[in-house]
């Protein structure tokens, strides 16, 4: 059968037809149709009868008729034999899709070019499943790296504690002896400066490393809440600043483990408290929300202080970044490993008056309405 017998084109069609997830195609030399497949219509939205004597660049788009590149992909094909091409097409309803296409140049025997024969694919799902693959490959990658490095600082955390508690309690025992004497006095208050700034720091190392919670419960958030308030309560009395905590009643209850969760609020708190001038108020809020997001509960910290810089917004939930005096820069750190570990979202800002905005989003289970809690105790 000579590839001109009509008989070749039964056969071809045929034998495409079976190849109903791709469009596989002939154009002729000029970049027109003259063969197209059931699959194509699948792809593209042309059935064949309207396929047929459309060019190629049908279904690119405009950008891409504008730079040539249909004819720079055949050009390819009809100087190296075989051309592919990736990238976002239009489909028929003006719909786009992710193709990969092949086209292959074809001869007649004495030399002349008959065309090209073309398979592309729609990898449009495939392109997603890849990239959601890519990115849960990498959350992985990153949460095994944490917990390696989680396990390394709390070891060294550890090895640290120990001698550290002996060297508070030798100063004890310095201060209850030489402590009265003018001459030591400013000695033993420097050291106990220091020594708790040591202490501060590796009990926010132990926690910045704890392995994260593998199982969480479904708690009301209300308590969480006024626990952090209670474990703050002594900083704000000190620092003559109100905090005034506003649950929503029925709030919906969200899967934590209450004591690491704790320890988020108390941190948020701690940092508006120490940013607050004498008088003010830091209010903490919490509400629900039932958005396309899903059912979560939005808790926002706000204080009366003067805000995070722009300069260092970027950088404030890095470990040790603080401009802080005294400040030893793992709390916010360990804010967003514990909320990251509840699969929520924490985010800083400024509000309209100034004051810093702390904003923690955790996905709640179920609906609003669901298993409420009484927004009390
Ligand atoms: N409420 C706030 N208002 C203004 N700046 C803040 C506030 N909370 C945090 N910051 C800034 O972010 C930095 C990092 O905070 P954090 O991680 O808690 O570490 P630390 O408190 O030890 O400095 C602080 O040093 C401060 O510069
Ligand atoms: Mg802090």
Redesign the pocket.
Known sequence: MSPDDPGHDEVFRLLVDTVEDAAVFMLGPDGRVVCWNTGGERVTGYCATEALGKHLSHVYLEEDLASGLPQRVLDEAEQQGQARTEGWRVRKDGSRFYSRTLYTALWHPDGRLRGFAGVTRDITARRETEARLREAQEALRRNELLSRMGALVAGVAHEVRNPLFGISATLEAFDARFGHSPEHAPYVSMLRREVSRLHQLMHGLLTYGRPPSTELHPCTLSSVLHESVDLTAALAREREVQVEVRAEPGLPRVPMDPSRLVQVFQ?LLA??L??SPRGTTVRLTARGLADEAGPRVECLVM?Q????SPE?LPR?FEPF????AG???????IVQRIVEEHHGSVSVGNGPEGG?EVRVFLPAEGGVNAAPDSGGR
Do not use: K, T
């Open positions: 941190n940092n508006a120490q940013h204080d202080g003067p805000g995070f260092e404030v970044f603080s401009h802080r400040g030893v820069g793992l709390g916010l750190a810093a």
